[in-house]
Every structure is written in C-alpha cells, then in structure tokens.
Nanobody, 125 residues
C-alpha cells in the first residue's frame, strides 16, 4: 500500500502563490506517474496536472497552463504543485494521486490507484 499526504494549502489573495507538496510513504517503489486533481464547491473533481516518473513528461489542464508547475523529487518521494498568479476560481480542495502503470501518465481520476486526503486552497478576490 501507498499513503499520500498533501500539505501547503491555505488562504491567499488573488495574484499570489502557493506550493503544494504531496509526500508518499509505504510501497513507494510501486509508484510511477503522479497527479493533482481538485474539487471546487458544487463541482466535479477535475484534473489539474500530472507528471511521469522521470519528470520528463508533464500535462496540465488548459486553465492552469503557464501558471502552475508540477515537479517531483523521487529521492524524497514527493511531488509538488507550484501555483502562481492564483485566481478565485482556483479555490478548491486539491488532491494528490499516484498510479502504478509504468507506461501511461493518466489524466482521468479512475486511472489512479492511490489518493491523498486533500488540502484546501482558498483564493480571495
């Protein structure tokens, strides 16, 4: 089993920045791609960003391209989401996810095997 714990959420003004972290523990050798999702109040969970094991492939949803950057440090079993130029519409609970496939970098929630408990990000206008 793998456990994921997110941190770094909080309250920030529009235009500000936050960096989310997700630390993995347990059978971390089984992890390949990792991703970030978010769920805003009253909305469905949506894909935000994903990264391959090597970090060589990254994917973003259109609304965050140019503002968010996903990265990972495999020596620390940690994935990061640097969020800049935050907007009120970025307000959501952000979830970290990990999956075992050595080939794909999923962008759909059902393809992920492990999930964190989420961290709240609130952006005020």
């Amino acid at each position: 089993q793998v456990q994921l714990v997110e941190s770094g959420g909080g309250l920030v003004q529009a235009g500000g920045s936050l960096r989310l972290s997700c630390a993995a523990s347990g059978r971390t050798s089984s992890i390949n791609a990792m991703g970030w999702f978010r769920r805003a109040p009253g909305k469905e969970r949506e894909f935000v960003a994903a990264i391959s094991w090597s970090g060589g492939r990254t994917y973003y949803t259109d609304s965050v391209k140019g503002r968010f950057t996903i990265s990972r440090d495999n020596t620390k079993n940690t994935v990061y989401l640097q969020m800049n130029s935050l907007k009120p519409e970025d307000t959501a609970v952000y979830y970290c996810a990990a999956e075992k496939s050595p080939v794909v970098v999923p962008r759909r929630a059902y393809e992920y095997d492990y999930w964190g408990q989420g961290t709240q990000v609130t952006v005020s206008a």
